[in-house]
């Protein structure tokens, strides 16, 4: 793929955005901001793929109540992210090994990815922001 | 002594340097994204139960269950709610808080 594709109608530049989740869910607030942002750009029609490594791997996993911590549970928003046209999810296989997790552990479908496959990913974004 | 720490073992140190510190007898206390640790599978497990030997390891249920992880805490660790945290900061004379 190019770096950049022209949309038909000339609206606007198109670019391959990688966000980048590192970080556990509501121990900080990256997790749900980067969620946020994530929902944003969608709305621009750009080219988002979402990853998730180390702790990030976390934020997918199903069986969250947060009702105990009285914050938001945001785990099922990354199952309506289909809907905003977002199906690129990709996950750190290291990551979720050294946690002692499975594909199964998870509340959406991922592309499970080594970590040169993900390097690979990485290095043919036009933006990379990280959470 | 009360040992709380509040942060991933994944992501910091603070655990370590929490579990080299504690000594023989005192209670170490999990919570927020330091619950990870009690739980089954991950790369802190074998430390902590290795630690569970000399020390009391209590992890915080809610904090457990806003992660995915109720089901998966390790054998050896205490699951306290809120009140139970109140009673362990109440029973020791003091605490430390790897922040």
Request: glycine fraction near 8%.
């Amino acid at each position: 793929m190019s770096d950049m594709d022209e949309m038909e109608d000339g609206s606007g530049i198109v670019k391959k955005f990688m966000f980048l989740n590192r970080k556990a869910p509501h121990g900080t607030v990256y997790a749900l901001e980067g969620l946020e942002v994530v929902l944003i750009t969608a709305a621009f029609d750009q080219d988002v793929s979402m990853v998730f490594t180390d702790d990030g791997v976390y934020q997918l996993l199903k069986g969250i109540d947060t009702k105990g911590i009285e914050v938001k549970d945001f785990s099922k928003t990354y199952r309506a992210l289909d809907g905003y046209d977002i199906e690129k999810l990709y996950v750190d296989q290291s990551s979720i090994d050294a946690r002692g997790l499975t594909e199964d552990d998870l509340i959406v479908d991922v592309t499970v990815l080594s970590v040169s496959e993900m390097a690979n990913l990485m290095a043919e974004q036009d933006v990379v922001i990280s959470f | 002594m009360l040992h709380i720490v509040n942060k991933s073992a994944t992501d910091r140190g603070s655990l370590e340097s929490c579990l080299a510190m504690a000594t023989k007898g005192s209670a170490v206390l999990l919570i927020e994204d330091a619950v990870y640790a009690a739980t089954t599978g991950g790369a802190a497990a074998a430390k902590i139960q290795a630690a569970a030997a000399d020390l009391k390891i209590y992890a915080l249920g809610p904090d457990l269950a806003a992660r995915g992880m109720a089901a998966r805490v390790l054998d050896g660790v205490n699951v306290v709610d809120y009140a139970g945290f109140v009673d362990l900061v109440a029973e020791h004379k003091s605490c430390q808080s790897w922040l």
